[in-house]
Each structure stands twice: as structure tokens, then as C-alpha cells.
């Protein structure tokens, strides 16, 4: 019974010791590029790895083509997170000075100064953005001369896949299609690249869908399994999407088993072991005693989170909840015609009773911090809904719920928003509402 359900058995230790010892390493694109993501002590760590492994490093040709055509793009984007990070920090402060500026410090109150606030603020700014420039000095650029591009060609020297035929690729793409209809792994979660314009695209007269790229990896890696008798295959692969991996209520378990189950099933692997990055680096210490430190364990562990994070497209079912969005969603007791009327005229009442001045602008700096609340609340909101959608595609009823529910609450605040706006707009004379 066990060699029926391959896929659901657990490695065992003594697997696990012979899968080190014997087994070829396969790696995916992503492990490749992430040398490029990493600060320089991380991809030593892992170049270092790979190069005390080179006897028995193997990539199929598909990882190498993909490798070589986004390189340049890899490296690119990370010049646009030094870019990001700077325009993020100039807003920041930005923000907090337009904030202060409106709560008219200087003329209100007289004890409180936020100039040495921002002005040690300013110098840190200026500090850290000259250090930040170091840093970047100290990466790749498109254009220099790129010693990891050398490193990892020499690892990985006639030790490539060897190149596809038309056919071969054509049938695997459509085979793929079928597969992708019924959700089997793995890259049916990257189907919804077929509608990018960069889509396809053609190497050595070869044509190929970005959106098989994965699938592609898949069936190389079994056809040299095939071809040249091997026993005891490693994979490691950085991409952790459900098509890869089974996630349990938000938590990565295992590999799916349907892949484990097709590999074995199709070859005569005597055993296999798919680790991500983090995990090939945690293991590799207890079966090869090497040197790679925590820090490079902890920064992969950390990139890795931050990857479950990434915004992703999901849909909503609306249609089930059309009763939910017509009562909740476009609720027209708030900010209606009629309420903006009759807010209008209490301001102008207000303004004929000729009441203290400093009183009104009391009222109206109350109708200020409640504005600054709801928008705190709204950004909130923006999290919530960021957090929930990018954890996992939410399908049942009470996720949807969920999500419905931040979105009629995020619209209501809205409204809200620009009910209290337009009080303010209708005020005649009251300090600061002229400007």
C-alpha cells in the first residue's frame, strides 16, 4: 500500500542522509537571481554552497534561458528599490511638515516648536541618503561588469540541460493548457500571464509562453531524471505560490503531492526532496557542515515572508452578495444631496449669530481632527484589505464577507470624508477655512 502513496510519505531521516550524500541538486531560476537580491555576505553564503556541490549541480535548459533573459531586469530592480526608498523617505517628511504646517503651530500655540523636530530629522535624512548612495555604488549595475554572472556560469559549466526541440516545447505547452484547466500543478497560478503583452517570445526558433515557464522546469527535470537513470533528486526552488506548495490555512506544509506523486511515478527515483532557499540553507548546515552563518539564513527566511506579501489579482464572487453591496455599499443616507443642504444652511445660520470667533474655530478644528481620524481609519482599512487579499485568493463565504465588509466600511468613510470637507468648504470667514 505505501508504494501507491508515495506522494503523502514523509522523507525519513536515512532518506534524508542518502538524498544528501547521493543526490543531484536541481535549482530554479529564482535561487539563481536571488544572488542578485541579496546583500553581499548572503549570496557568498549561497554561491559558496553551490560551489561545494558543483560534482552534482544540474539546471534544465529552461532555468538557464530564463536566468539569462531577466538578469538584466533583476539587477535593474534593484537600482528601483534605492530609487523607492528615497522617494519614500523625502514623502515621509514631506508629509509630516505639511501636517504641522496645517495645525498652525506658530499661531495657536506658542510652546510648542517643531523646527528642532525637523530639523534633526532633516540631518538624519541627509545622513542616511549619503550612506544609501554608498550602498548602491556597491551593487551590480547593468552596464559594469558582472563577477556573479562568472561565479555562477562556472558553477553550473556543462551542467545544463541540453536544449529543447520545437516539439517538445510545443507539446509541453499544450499539454499545459489542459493541465492549467484543472488547476494541476504546477504554473497554473501564473496562467494569468497569457494576456501580457510580453507573453511570448522566441529563443534559437523556439517559441515559448512565459505562463508554461514553470511547467516547462517541471518536465525537463523528469526527462533527465529519465534519460540519465538518476536516483535521488534535490530541488530547490525560492517560488512559493500554491501551484508549487501545499499552504494550510496561510502556512506553507509540504510539496504538492501531486508533484512528488508524478515524478516518482513517471521515473525511478528512489527518493526526492523539494527545499525552498531558507530550508536548503537550514539542512545544508546539519548534512554538510558548512559555514553559512544565521544572518544569511534569517535575511532569505525574511525575503521569503516578504514575498507572501506581494499584491496579487483576485476576484469576488459579487453576484452572491448583491443584496449585501445594494444595502451596504451605496448607502445614500450618507453624504446625500439633501444632507449637504441641510449642512450648508447650519453653517450659515452659524455664521449670522455672530458667535466668539475663537469658539467657531474650535468647532471647526474639531471638524478637522475628525477628518484626520477617518482618514487614519481609511488607511487602516488599506491595510486590512492588502493583508487579506494577499495572503490567499478569498473563495468562501465568509471571506468574501470579510472583504465586503472593509470595503462598505472604506466607501462609508469616504463619503463621510467628503461630507465633512464640504461643511468645511461652506463656512464663511472662519480662519483657516478660507485658505
Request: glycine share 2%.
Amino acid at each position: 500500500m505505501k508504494n501507491l502513496f508515495r506522494g503523502f510519505k514523509k522523507t525519513t531521516d536515512d532518506e534524508l542522509k542518502t538524498l544528501w550524500k547521493d543526490a543531484i541538486f536541481v535549482f530554479d531560476t529564482n535561487v539563481l537571481h536571488s544572488v542578485y537580491r541579496y546583500k553581499a555576505s548572503t549570496c557568498e553564503d549561497v554561491l559558496k554552497l553551490m560551489e561545494q556541490l558543483q560534482k552534482r549541480v544540474w539546471i534544465p535548459h529552461h532555468v538557464a534561458l530564463e536566468f539569462h533573459r531577466n538578469r538584466l531586469s533583476v539587477i535593474s530592480s534593484q537600482h528601483k528599490k534605492f530609487d523607492d526608498t528615497r522617494k519614500a523617505i523625502k514623502k515621509a517628511l514631506d508629509d509630516l511638515k505639511k501636517d504641522l504646517a496645517n495645525l498652525q503651530l506658530e499661531k495657536r500655540h506658542s510652546h510648542i516648536d517643531p523646527n528642532p523636530l525637523i530639523d534633526g530629522i532633516n540631518e538624519l535624512m541627509v545622513k542616511y541618503l549619503d550612506e544609501l548612495e554608498e550602498q548602491e555604488n556597491l551593487c551590480i549595475k547593468v552596464e559594469s561588469e558582472d563577477l556573479l554572472l562568472s561565479r555562477i556560469e562556472s558553477i553550473f559549466d556543462k551542467r545544463v540541460g541540453e536544449k529543447p526541440t520545437p516539439d517538445a516545447i510545443k507539446n509541453i505547452m499544450d499539454n499545459g493548457r489542459e493541465r492549467y484547466k484543472a488547476f494541476i500543478p504546477p504554473g497554473y497560478k501564473d496562467a494569468v500571464k497569457e494576456k501580457d503583452i510580453d507573453n511570448k517570445f522566441t529563443h534559437h526558433g523556439i517559441s515559448y509562453e512565459r505562463q508554461f515557464g514553470d511547467l516547462i522546469v517541471w518536465k525537463q527535470i523528469i526527462e533527465y531524471v529519465i534519460s540519465q537513470e538518476i536516483e535521488n533528486i534535490i530541488f530547490v526552488t525560492d517560488d512559493n505560490k500554491e501551484d508549487w506548495w501545499e499552504i494550510t490555512q496561510g502556512k506553507t506544509t509540504n510539496f504538492r503531492t501531486e508533484l512528488i506523486d508524478e515524478i516518482l511515478s513517471d521515473t525511478k527515483l528512489k527518493s526526492f526532496k523539494a527545499y525552498s532557499l531558507a530550508g536548503f540553507l537550514t539542512e545544508s548546515k546539519q548534512y554538510l557542515k558548512n559555514t553559512v552563518s544565521e544572518d544569511t539564513i534569517e535575511e532569505v527566511n525574511l525575503a521569503a515572508e516578504n514575498k507572501k506579501i506581494t499584491p496579487q489579482k483576485f476576484t469576488l464572487d459579487f453576484n452572491e452578495f448583491d443584496d449585501y453591496i445594494s444595502s451596504t455599499l451605496f448607502d445614500e443616507s450618507i453624504c446625500s444631496k439633501s444632507t449637504m443642504e441641510t449642512t450648508a444652511k447650519e453653517h450659515e445660520d452659524l455664521n449670522q449669530l455672530n458667535l466668539d470667533p475663537e469658539l467657531l474655530n474650535n468647532y471647526h478644528l474639531s471638524i478637522y481632527d475628525e477628518i484626520h481620524e477617518l482618514i487614519m481609519r481609511q488607511n487602516d482599512i488599506n491595510i486590512e484589505i492588502e493583508n487579506f487579499t494577499n495572503s490567499k485568493v478569498p473563495t468562501s463565504r465568509t471571506s468574501q464577507s470579510k472583504i465586503l465588509n472593509l470595503y462598505a466600511e472604506k466607501i462609508r468613510i469616504g463619503r463621510a470624508i467628503v461630507h465633512l470637507k464640504k461643511s468645511l468648504q461652506n463656512s464663511k470667514g472662519i480662519g483657516w477655512c478660507k485658505n
